[in-house]
C-alpha cells in the first residue's frame, strides 16, 4: 500500500505506565523521531510561572503555548535536553510539581489548541512515535499503529518513585502514590482531550513485565503492520 505522509506510532497511558521509556526505546530501535508531548505541556506550566501567570488565567497559558521557544535536541555527551527560550530547562521540567503544574494547564483548551500544530509538525521522515495521552485519540487519529499502555497503580507509583529517586528526588512514596492519583483522575475526567484509549488502540498492560518484553512487542507490531523494518 503506497503511503502519503510518514508513518506514526501513537504510545499514550498514565503517568508511570511506562510509555516515556518504552516511546525512547521504540524511537531509538527504529530510527524514528520521538514527540514527548508531555514536556510541552510542563513546557507551557514552566513558562507560565515564570511569566508570573496566575495559576488561572487560560488566556495567558495559551498564548505561551503558541508563542514559547521550546526546543528538544542533546547534549555533546549525547544526553536528551530540552531548552526553553533558550535556557536549559531539562531538570526543570521533570519534577512531581512540574508534572501537576503541566496537567492543570493540560485541561485549558486554548492551551491544547496551541499545541496542535506543534505536535503534528513532528511527523517527519522516516517516521514518528508519539508519547501522550491524547496521541491516538486527537493529535494524530488516523495512526498507523495505537498503543495504549497500562500498569496497576502500585506499580505505576513504585516505577515513577525509582525514576525521581534517581534523579536525587526525596519524595515520599505515598505522598507520590496520592498526587499520581490526582493527576490521573484530573486528566480521564476533563471534558477535553481525556486520556482514554482510541477505540482501535492495543491495550498493553505492562505490570510485571520487563520494558525490553514490551518493545519486542511493539516492534512486532510494527513489523506486523509493515511500518518497520
Ligand atoms: O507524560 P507527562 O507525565 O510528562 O505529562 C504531564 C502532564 O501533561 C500529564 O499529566 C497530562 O495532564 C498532560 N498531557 C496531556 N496530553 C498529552 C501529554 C501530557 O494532557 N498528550
Not at 139 to 164: C, N, S
Not at 195 to 211: E, M, Q
Request: glycine content about 10%.
Amino acid at each position: 500500500m503506497s503511503r502519503t505522509r510518514s508513518p506514526i506510532v501513537t504510545i499514550d497511558g498514565p503517568s508511570g505506565s511506562g510509555k516515556g521509556t518504552i516511546s525512547r526505546a521504540v524511537a531509538r530501535r527504529t530510527g524514528w523521531h520521538l514527540l514527548d508531548s508531555g514536556a510541552l505541556y510542563r513546557l507551557v506550566a514552566l513558562a507560565g510561572a515564570t511569566a508570573g501567570l496566575e495559576s488561572v488565567d487560560e488566556r495567558g497559558h495559551g498564548e505561551i503555548a503558541a508563542s514559547m521557544d521550546a526546543r528538544f535536541g542533546s547534549a555533546p555527551d549525547g544526553s536528551e535536553r530540552v531548552w526553553l527560550d533558550g535556557r536549559d530547562v531539562t531538570e526543570a521540567i521533570r519534577s512531581e510539581g512540574a508534572g501537576q503544574g503541566a496537567s492543570r494547564v493540560a485541561a485549558w483548551p486554548a492551551v491544547r489548541a496551541a499545541l496542535l500544530g506543534r505536535q503534528r509538525a513532528f511527523a517527519r521522515s522516516p517516521g514518528l512515535v508519539a508519547d501522550g495521552r491524547d496521541m491516538g485519540t486527537v493529535v494524530f487519529p488516523g495512526a498507523d499503529l495505537k498503543i495504549f499502555l497500562t500498569a496497576t497503580p502500585e506499580e505505576r507509583a513504585l516505577r515513577r518513585h525509582k525514576q525521581l529517586k534517581d534523579k536525587g528526588s526525596d519524595v515520599s512514596l505515598p505522598a507520590l502514590s496520592r498526587e499520581i492519583a490526582e493527576r490521573d483522575l484530573r486528566d480521564q475526567t476533563r471534558p477535553v482531550a481525556p486520556l482514554r484509549p482510541a477505540s482501535d488502540a492495543c491495550v498493553i498492560d505492562s505490570t510485571g513485565i520487563k520494558i525490553e518484553a514490551i518493545v519486542g512487542r511493539v516492534l512486532e507490531l510494527m513489523t506486523a503492520r509493515c511500518l518497520w523494518p
